[in-house]
C-alpha cells in the first residue's frame, strides 16, 4: 500500500502485533467482567442484578464514538489518536479499580469505552494503508488471533483474580499490557493522515441523543424506576430518529447515508442483527448471575463454565464458510436462529443438580451457534455494498451491533426484574430464557425474507465481533 516502503522491515513485522495488543485487550476486558459482577456489587453495596449498567454504559459508549474513530484518524494522524485511545482505555481502567460507587464504576467504563472505541478501528486502519493486498490477510490474521484467545481466558482469569485476589485487579490487569501499548505505538505507529472529510456534527447529534435515550429508557425500567420517564425516554428517541431522517435526506454527506436502507441485503442484516441479538447478547451477561446468585457457585466456576461458549464459538470460525458455501446465507440463518432460540430455552431446564456435562455441552452448543450467527449476518450485511457505501455501511453495522447487545443485556436484565416480582430467583432466570429463546426464534422471520440466491458473491468472512 502507500505506506510500506517508508516503513523498516521490522515495523512492518510489529504493526500487527500491535493490532493484537489494542484487540486483546479490548476482547479480555469485554468477557472478564461478567464473572466479576457479583463480587463487584457486594462491595459496592448493590444488587448483582443492577450490574448490568456497567456493561450497557461500555457497549453504548463504543456504539457512539466508532464512527468518529475514522475522522479523527484521517485528521490528527493514526498514531496520535491510537495512542490516545490506548491511554484513555487504560486509564479507564484504572478508574474503574479506584470505584467506590456504581455511578464511578459506570462513568470510568465510558472513559474505559471511549479508548476502546477508536484503538482497535485505527489500528486496522493503519494494516490497510501499510500492506499490499496480498499481505494484508495474513497481517489481518496475526492480529486478531490473540483476540481470540481473549473471549477463553478471560472468564477464568476473571473468576481466578475475584477468587484469590480481588475483583479490581480484573482491571488492573490491563495497566501494563496498556502501558506497552503506548510505548510501542508512540514509538513505531506511522502517523497516517487522510482527507480531512467535513464530519457530520449534526447527524452526529441526533444520533447520539436517540441511542443514549433508548438505552436509558430500558435501563431505568429494568431498575424499576419512574416509568413515565422510561417511556418519555423511548419517545424521545424515535423524535430524533425522525429527525435524523428527515435531515439525512437533504444532507450532501450525512453521517449514515439513507440509501444504505435501499440495498435489500442491507436492511435485512441490519434489522436481524438487532432482533436475533435481542434474545442472544444477554446471555454471556446472565449466565454468571444464573450460577453465581441463583445456584450459589463461586466465580472460578462460573468462569470455568463460559469457557465451553468461548471454544465453541473459536472451533465453528473454522467450519462456517464451509457451512455458508453449502447451505447458503438464507438456508443458514433460518436454521441456526431457530437453532440459538431453542439452546437458548434449554438453559430453563438447567438446575443446581444438572449434569456439569450437560450444561457445559449445552454451553459450546449456544457458543457453536452464536460465532455462525454473528458471522452469516455480518457478511450478509455487507453483501452488496460497494464503493463508499462499503465504509458508512460497516460502520453502522458496527453501531448496530453494540446498541443490541445493550439492547439485550437490558432486556434480559428486565426480565429477571419483571418475572422476579411474582416468584423467587431460580424461576425468574429460567422464565427469562424461555423468553428469551422464543423472542429469537421470532426473529427468523427477518430472514426468510432473503432470496436463495443472497450472498453468493461472497468470499470468506471472519466475524470480528
Not at 490528527?76 to 491510537?82: A, D, S, W
Not at 430453563?348 to 450437560?358: A, C, H, K, M, V
Not at 416468584?423 to 429469537?440: K, Y
Request: charged share 10%; hydrophobic share 50%; glycine share 8%.
Amino acid at each position: 500500500m502507500d505506506h510500506e516502503n517508508s516503513l523498516s522491515p521490522f515495523v512492518i513485522r510489529l504493526l500487527p502485533w500491535l493490532a493484537a495488543i489494542a484487540f486483546f485487550m479490548q476482547t479480555l476486558d469485554a468477557s472478564i467482567l461478567n464473572t466479576a459482577l457479583p463480587a463487584i456489587a457486594k462491595d459496592l453495596k448493590e444488587s448483582p442484578l443492577n450490574m448490568q449498567s456497567a456493561v450497557i454504559s461500555y457497549a453504548l459508549t463504543l456504539a457512539l464514538f466508532i464512527p468518529v474513530s475514522g475522522y479523527l484518524s484521517d485528521r490528527f494522524g493514526t498514531r496520535n489518536i491510537f495512542v490516545s485511545a490506548v491511554f484513555l482505555f487504560t486509564f479507564g481502567s484504572m478508574l474503574c479499580a479506584l470505584s467506590d460507587s456504581l455511578l464511578f464504576l459506570d462513568i470510568s467504563r465510558v472513559i474505559q469505552a471511549i479508548g476502546g472505541s477508536m484503538m482497535v478501528p485505527v489500528s486496522r486502519l493503519v494494516l490497510i494503508k501499510s500492506f499490499k493486498r496480498s499481505d494484508f490477510l495474513a497481517a489481518l490474521n496475526t492480529s486478531t488471533i490473540p483476540g481470540l484467545v481473549g473471549p477463553v481466558v478471560g472468564p477464568v482469569v476473571g473468576g481466578y483474580l475475584v477468587e484469590m485476589a480481588s475483583w479490581h485487579w480484573i482491571f488492573l490487569i490491563n495497566l501494563p499490557i496498556g502501558l506497552i501499548g503506548v510505548i510501542i505505538g508512540w514509538r513505531y505507529m506511522p502517523n497516517i493522515k487522510g482527507e480531512r472529510l467535513k464530519f457530520d456534527q449534526i447527524g452526529f447529534f441526533c444520533i447520539v441523543i436517540a441511542l443514549i435515550s433508548a438505552t436509558l429508557s430500558l435501563e431505568f425500567l429494568s431498575q424499576g424506576e419512574d416509568s413515565n420517564l422510561s417511556i418519555f425516554l423511548g419517545i424521545l428517541a424515535i423524535i430524533f430518529l425522525l429527525v435524523y431522517r428527515w435531515y439525512a435526506a437533504r444532507a450532501a454527506e450525512p453521517l449514515f447515508p439513507l440509501s444504505l436502507f435501499k440495498i435489500r441485503t442491507f436492511r435485512l442484516g441490519i434489522i436481524g442483527n438487532l432482533f436475533s441479538r435481542l434474545g442472544i447478547s444477554g446471555i454471556p451477561f446472565l449466565i454468571p448471575l444464573f450460577l453465581q446468585v441463583a445456584f450459589g457457585y463461586s466465580a472460578i466456576f462460573a468462569g470455568f463454565m463460559l469457557v465451553p461458549m468461548a471454544m465453541g464459538s473459536l472451533l465453528m470460525k473454522t467450519v462456517v464458510p464451509k457451512i455458508l458455501r453449502t447451505w447458503g446465507y438464507r438456508r443458514t440463518l433460518i436454521t441456526n436462529t431457530i437453532a440459538a432460540g431453542i439452546f437458548i430455552m434449554s438453559l430453563s431446564q438447567i438446575s443446581p443438580t444438572s449434569s456439569t456435562i450437560l450444561f457445559a455441552l449445552l454451553l459450546f452448543c449456544i457458543g457453536s451457534v452464536n460465532s455462525l450467527q454473528f458471522t452469516a449476518m455480518n457478511s450478509i450485511t455487507l453483501a452488496d455494498l460497494h464503493g463508499e457505501q462499503t465504509s458508512s455501511g460497516n460502520s453502522l453495522m458496527t453501531v448496530n451491533q453494540q446498541l443490541a447487545i445493550s439492547f439485550g443485556i437490558a432486556f434480559g436484565s428486565v426480565l429477571i426484574r419483571l418475572i422476579g416480582v411474582h416468584t423467587s430467583t431460580i424461576p425468574a432466570f429460567q422464565s427469562a430464557f424461555i423468553i428469551l429463546g422464543i423472542e429469537t426464534i421470532i426473529s427468523t422471520l427477518v430472514f426468510t425474507a432473503l432470496h436463495k440466491q443472497d450472498g453468493k458473491n461472497l468470499t470468506t468472512h471472519e466475524d470480528k465481533k
